[in-house]
């Protein structure tokens, strides 16, 4: 075997372990909670489905590689929930950081070209600044509120969300890039808002 | 909110329902089965990361396409193991038509364009016959190989699977788009057939 097929297969079985952390957003039952390696091949079909929603500049083929990455550094680091911490907790300087080194280490077992070349794509969307991070970063947005809404509430009970947190937080987001999508799916969730007095 | 948006998000929620379809297949760390959601995404992934293995006429944007949809008829039809009934039950007729017909369901809830796209897409990956097809299935091959060695044995235990079944089953095919490939994981398994004298 080449050496750089054997550190594609380290890379590939590495990856394997996204299966095992947990999100807050629940399956769509409700049964159990959703993982970050599902919840990733569920963006990167949005991106292919929602593509004719994406605005100019955006390439869909890279934001689907992009969403099939983006959350590999929770292998390191964990889910943290959007609404955690009142909403502190997801971008907090320490996490961020933690993130990085983990997306150094991860990527790292890549052949050289390769692991920066997917690094790169990361960082990418991270920065959340060109056209196709942008609509990547609103559909990770998008989903897991669909998600919520399927299961009957998901992770607004548990943290207590209110409407115009949830607009704060998450709606802003997907509007920056999918602001159609995020006109239908605000009216998709009012009536539960509504129904418990949260907005 | 416009039909289209209407049918894409129909389209995307129905496609949640995989996370529930369970794998003959272990995870990583051998605790519970593969989901065919998240399998899906470790073949996009796969076929990201092993882009430089594929033959020429591959396009791996599609070949990405059509990985992440190609198990979505399992939402009607349910995963037939490949070593169940001796290998039998996986290509049989009546198998072959009820993921026909899950297809034009699944996809006939998308606006009428994109639904036949991707039903195409769908189609010419079950045919196995452009380059992108070969490579895509050979990847849907090699995964579960590595998986179930990562895990121990997995369902080469449970289906008493011998090496020459396992090349005859899964080796051709994965020889056919990823000649290279098939020879390091062959190289890989062969210690764990030789330990239970299964050669
Ligand atoms: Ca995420």
Do not use: C
Request: charged fraction near 25%; aromatic fraction near 6%.
């Amino acid at each position: 075997m080449t050496t750089r097929l054997e550190q594609q297969f380290a890379f590939l079985l590495e990856a394997e372990k996204l299966k095992s952390v947990t999100r807050a957003t629940p399956i769509h039952d409700g049964s159990r909670p959703e993982n970050s390696g599902e919840h990733s091949w569920s963006l990167a079909l949005y991106a292919l489905v929602l593509a004719d929603q994406a605005g100019h500049g955006v390439d869909i083929s890279r934001a689907i590689r992009m969403l099939l990455l983006h959350d590999l550094v929770e292998i390191d680091v964990g889910d943290v929930p959007i609404h955690a911490q009142g909403g502190a907790a997801h971008d907090a300087p320490a996490l961020l950081a933690a993130e990085a080194a983990a997306a150094e280490r991860i990527f790292g077992l890549l052949p050289e070209d390769q692991g920066a070349e997917l690094l790169a794509l990361w960082q990418e969307f991270e920065a959340n600044e060109t056209p196709t991070a942008v609509f990547a970063k609103s559909l990770d947005r998008t989903q897991p509120v669909l998600l919520n809404l399927r299961a009957g509430g998901g992770s607004w009970e548990e943290f207590n969300v209110t409407l115009p947190q949830l607009e704060a937080r998450v709606g802003a987001k997907i509007a920056r890039g999918l602001p159609e999508v995020w006109q239908a799916v605000r009216a998709r969730i009012l009536p539960w808002f509504a129904a418990r007095e949260r907005l």
